[in-house]
């Protein structure tokens, strides 16, 4: 149940669920107060008692816009505050939950393209996830390509998730047009590509294993993730003839940073 206090801007929630994927990836759930909003895509802004003060850390929403709960996917920071404060969560616990949703990563700013190409480092995928499972992203592209590219091979905690879309009852119809490529750039696995994403789109492998042709004519890219890769990819499409998107100035790039 939520709770708050007049004139708070957060509410208290509880913690449903806490999974440790590995030692330094973890997803959890929370209820969510019926009055919450937020666009897939966006992220929520969680928080601790810190003494007589607050510490308060943005994560993208994993759920759908739908969904009765919130459900985050995060990388904790060696040594940092909030993730010290995750690592010890547990089901039951109180967090905080700002009443409002922020972020610009959403598809519906590209107002032209068929080809949708999400790409993603970490826990950068989250918001790709919430977008996938909204039904209006399906009917505005022909194709959506999904891109998470990890160190190793046990990051790749969604793979089963990604298959699974295809059971998802609002979803299952237009399925095929999900293109998902997983790229692994510190060990060799089957079915991954090696190199980093901006090598990836620079030699045409990525477009491949996508089964893609990329075009500022078609090809729309949201990016998503490490500030590094978020960055040099962004350079390299530049470098190729894409823009970045602007409200008053259509292109064919949407970016966030984030870990």
Known sequence: ?????????????????VKQHTPKLMSFAITRPKTYRFSAGQFSRLGFRDGEGFIWRAYSIVSAEYADTLEYFVILVENGAMSKLLAQMQAGQTILLDKT?????LPERFTDGEDLVMLSTGSGIAPFLSMLQQPTLWERFTHIGLVHSVSYAKELVF?????GLSQHPLLAERITKLKWQPVVTREIVEGALSQRVP????????ATGLQLEFSPQHTRFMLCGNPTMVA??????LSMGYTMHRNKLPGHIVMENGF
């Open 199 to 206: 090598a990836l789109i620079q030699n045409g492998h990525l």
């Open 1 to 17: 149940m939520s709770s708050t206090a007049p004139e708070a801007k957060f509410t208290e929630e509880t913690v449903l669920w």
């Open 232 to 237: 040099d990819t962004f350079k390299t499409l």
């Open 101 to 105: 949703a922020f972020g610009f990563l």
């Open 159 to 163: 793979q089963e998730y990604i298959t």
